[in-house]
């Protein structure tokens, strides 16, 4: 099977993670905060926050907001369910607001048209590696007074007219889950420019308490203070020395991420058949997933079917969120609310996309999929 993504350990990882759990420090300990200082460095921004996954990390940006039932924050419907629970974990309503058609991005016009008395903040989302309209968005939301939230899960090492994802917001969440772009088996953190809230989000991490265990063994101090209801949502100390390792061969990575892009965009150039998204001239694509759309007409089940059978592990992204059965329910969301999404979404496939697939590999995805959707 070739899947559709596939993490990467060496020797390197292995060490670094095997060095951590002999330095006496499982959690709270000293590779976490390298780790955030590693990759808030690498993206830009002044403060990193690590916390266990990339969902806690949405859930403590819409923590900082202090949410509450009636409160709405625009989100896109062409994103993992997690963007839209974070809102919904804090009992406020995600509000979706439509795709752009070419490269099924949230379209600032959509976002606009969305914002009520009741709106509190903006959360893009970096949909397959590809930033956002971040000027446009950020003009918005200075426009409302709203914060802004950059769902980066997609697009860590991606730039937006030349600036790092990770610096084109208030907050960016970061995942670090096997298949993206780096791994700490399960991982995520918030970057931010503000030190306020960076300690705000550590504090929040922590269950609320104003001193983790590290700061009070260092003090030889027993004294905490719980300020406010937080989450345990720590980390690891060997999941972030795993994080650190993994950040120093990111670029090579990035740049293959590319290469296998490049590939499939000139199979696909000519072709009636499939549609590649379309591709800013003023970003620089991270290629977490390579999405095509099949053209109307081709039987989408039976293409996936068919390659799978082949032993092409293809997936789809996403189900619009507002189609699930707990938004239909919670927010009575349903069919028309998002045209261009759900349109989009019945020709979706997403073709396997990770830095050790080989040119050969690509061309008998392309291939496979080519004979796919001729027998459709």
């Not at 709270?28 to 403060?47: C, I, K, M, R, W």
């Not at 969305?114 to 903006?122: K, L, S």
Request: hydrophobic share 45%; proline share 5%.
């Amino acid at each position: 099977m070739i899947p559709y993504g596939k993490h990467h350990i060496d020797e390197d990882d292995v060490q670094a993670v095997a060095a951590a759990l002999r330095s006496g420090w499982l959690t709270t300990g000293p590779a976490v905060g390298e780790f955030e200082a590693d990759l808030s460095q690498f993206v830009g921004a002044n403060h990193g926050v690590a916390v266990c996954n990339g969902t806690a990390a949405l859930h403590c940006t819409t923590m900082m907001l202090d949410l509450e039932p009636g409160d709405e924050v625009i989100v896109p419907p062409m994103t993992f369910a997690a963007t839209a629970n974070a809102v919904a974990y804090r009992g406020a309503t995600p509000v979706f607001a439509d795709v752009r058609r070419e490269d099924l991005l949230i379209d600032p016009i959509a976002v606009e048209a969305a914002i009520t008395d009741r709106t509190r903040a903006i959360i893009g989302v970096d949909y397959a590696g590809q930033p956002c309209d971040w000027d446009a968005l950020q003009s918005i939301a200075r426009a409302h007074d709203l914060t802004l939230i950059d769902d980066a899960a997609h697009a860590l090492g991606a730039l937006y007219k030349g600036r790092p994802i990770g610096t084109c917001a208030d907050m960016t969440t970061f995942s670090f889950h096997p298949v993206k772009h780096i791994t700490t088996g399960e991982g995520g953190m918030i970057v931010t420019d503000d030190p306020a809230s960076a300690e705000r989000l550590r504090t929040l991490r922590n269950h609320g308490i104003t001193a983790d265990f590290r700061t009070r063994a260092e003090t030889g101090s027993w004294i905490y203070e719980i300020d406010e209801l937080g989450e345990n949502y720590r980390i690891t100390d060997f999941q972030c020395a795993l994080g650190s390792s993994q950040l120093r061969k990111l670029p090579a990575w990035l740049e293959r991420r590319g290469e296998i892009a490049a590939r499939y965009d000139a199979a696909f150039a000519e072709s009636s058949d499939v549609r590649s998204l379309a591709v800013s001239p003023d970003v620089v694509h991270a290629y977490h997933l390579y999405v095509i759309e099949l053209a109307q007409g081709i039987d989408r089940s039976a293409v996936f079917a068919a390659m799978r059978a082949s032993g092409i592990g293809v997936n789809v992204h996403y189900v619009p969120v507002h189609f699930h059965p707990f938004y239909r329910r919670a927010f009575g969301t349903g069919e028309g609310l998002c045209p261009v999404a759900e349109r989009a979404y019945e020709g979706l496939l997403t073709l396997p996309m990770y830095p050790d697939l080989s040119d050969a590999e690509v061309d008998t995805v392309i291939e496979v999929l080519q004979g796919a959707i001729a027998r459709s």
